[in-house]
């Protein structure tokens, strides 16, 4: 398969990338490095044998449309994003640009490539909104009401999704995203809760937690979320697919995990609650594992601890 990734520098693009070429693949990357860094790269351009090629380009520009088109990708995974949601608060403008801006240029170039389908990286952490938490896990037939720019955005390119697939026959998959997290993650992120604990808990710093801890994600491991896009790739198409655990997480008991994996008895301190930040979430993973043949396998004690030895090398390495 000859596969191209947008965001492929990321954290979760740069697995993914890793994933493919180890199942002999061909793989494009497309990354303007705002974010992702050609270190997550590193191992990939070094045992591709030619296989891999990197391109610093923006998503939003009409170079993408024509990149996608001159390389002809089969299967184009969009992982490109702004993903802070309180950046698209402060700048919704950019936030637009880059999240559906850039997935027409993407989808532009994958209907004059003949490319196959896109698979896209949605958002089930803004998606659905302030849900009932009684309806927790949620499901995709739960109403999409993203209260965020940026949960704006995403629905946005799943409707352009939807309507390349009516119009011009290009298949999709959009995989709603719970809190992925594991090595790589960027622990100066908004949303890398696991490795910004990770690092300040080895690093022997203090960690703070907005409001009392009580708060629920559903953290689903990255090596798993890699697994649903490659299945993604040639399984179902049309739909939303959740991938998560379906398993509510404290913040409270998150910090305990990495905490005892790290080997301390800090302590976290405690700061106002961030308005507008969701108080419980769990995403039902049931449909990707009928559409897809999908589950989570690895379990928060195992994605913690995988995250604290990642942190304690990437710490000795400098």
């Known amino acids: 398969m000859r596969a191209l990734v947008t965001g492929g520098a990321g954290f979760i693009g740069s697995t993914l990338v890793d994933r493919l070429?180890?199942?002999?693949?061909?793989?494009?990357?497309?990354?303007?490095?705002?974010?992702?860094?050609?270190?997550?790269?590193?191992?990939?351009?070094?045992?591709a044998g030619g296989r891999l090629t990197f391109h610093h380009v923006d998503v939003r520009s009409e170079a993408c449309t024509e990149l996608i088109v001159r390389r002809r990708p089969e299967v184009v995974f969009h992982l490109a994003a702004q993903a802070d949601v309180r950046v698209s608060v402060a700048d919704p403008v950019l936030d637009a640009e880059v999240n559906v801006i850039g997935t027409l240029r993407v989808l532009e170039g994958a209907r004059v490539a003949g490319s196959e389908r896109v698979v896209f990286a949605a958002s089930g952490g803004t998606l659905y909104g302030d849900a009932d938490p009684a309806s927790l896990p949620l499901r995709e037939a739960e109403p999409h009401r993203p209260?965020?720019?940026?949960?704006?955005?995403?629905?946005?390119?799943?409707?352009?999704?939807?309507?390349?697939?009516?119009?011009?026959?290009?298949?999709?998959?959009?995989?709603?995203?719970?809190?992925?997290?594991g090595p790589r993650q960027d622990p100066h992120g908004?949303?890398?809760?696991?490795?910004?604990?990770?690092?300040?808990?080895?690093?022997?710093?203090?960690?703070?937690?907005?409001?009392?801890?009580?708060?629920?994600?559903?953290?689903?491991?990255?090596?798993?979320v890699v697994d649903a896009f490659v299945r993604a790739a040639s399984r179902s198409g049309g739909l939303v697919c959740n991938i998560g655990t379906g398993r509510?997480?404290?913040?409270?008991?998150?910090?305990?995990?990495?905490?005892g994996h790290v080997g301390t008895g800090a302590v976290p301190e405690?700061?106002?609650?961030?308005?507008?930040?969701?108080?419980?979430?769990?995403?039902d993973p049931g449909r990707a594992g009928i559409q897809l043949g999908w589950s989570p396998w690895t379990t928060l004690d195992d994605g913690t601890a995988a995250v604290v030895a990642a942190v304690r090398a990437n710490r000795a390495d400098g």
């Open 190 to 224: 908004e949303a890398g809760v696991v490795a910004i604990f990770a690092e300040r808990l080895v690093a022997g710093e203090p960690v703070i937690i907005f409001g009392d801890g009580s708060q629920t994600r559903d953290f689903v491991y990255v090596d798993d």
């Open 21 to 47: 070429l180890a199942e002999g693949h061909e793989v494009d990357v497309i990354d303007d490095l705002s974010t992702g860094t050609l270190a997550n790269l590193t191992d990939a351009r070094a045992t």
């Open 147 to 181: 209260l965020s720019p940026y949960g704006v955005s995403k629905k946005a390119a799943i409707d352009y999704l939807v309507a390349y697939r009516e119009l011009h026959a290009l298949e999709f998959v959009a995989l709603a995203l719970a809190n992925v997290y």
């Open 270 to 283: 405690h700061a106002p609650a961030r308005p507008g930040e969701l108080l419980r979430n769990a995403l």
């Open 248 to 259: 509510e997480t404290s913040v409270n008991d998150l910090f305990a995990a990495i905490a």
